[in-house]
């Protein structure tokens, strides 16, 4: 069964910073495509980054390009988001995602499994 558990979550100040973490188990994690996805209140979820097996392809929404920063460390079977420069407007809960499709169609939906959450509320 697979597990992905989000950590890194909380409340910030506008222009903070904020290291999310998933930690994932019951899957082989080094050929995982995985993914951020994010759901604000009232809105539906949406894409926010992804990665591919291996690492060598990163894919961003627009919203987040050039502030966030997706990374994996297979070694310790973690995906990261580092995120940088928050405004209130990313205030959401951010979910981790797997896929076993390739990374450049995660955004579409391809999802395999998901974490259960964690909320990230940034202040103006």
């Known amino acids: 069964q697979v597990q992905l558990v989000e950590s890194g979550g909380g409340l910030v100040q506008a222009g903070g910073s904020l290291r999310l973490s998933c930690t994932a188990s019951g899957l082989t994690f080094s050929s995982a495509t995985m993914g951020w996805f994010r759901q604000a209140p009232g809105k539906e979820r949406e894409f926010v980054a992804t990665?591919?097996?291996?690492?060598?392809?990163?894919y961003y929404t627009s919203s987040v390009k050039g502030r966030f920063t997706i990374s994996r460390d297979d070694a310790k079977d973690t995906l990261y988001l580092q995120m940088n420069s928050l405004k209130p407007e990313d205030t959401a809960v951010y979910y981790c995602a797997a896929s076993l499709s390739p990374a450049q169609f995660m955004r579409f939906g391809k999802i395999d499994s998901w974490g259960q959450g964690t909320q990230v509320t940034v202040s103006s």
């Open positions: 990665i591919s097996s291996g690492g060598a392809y990163t």
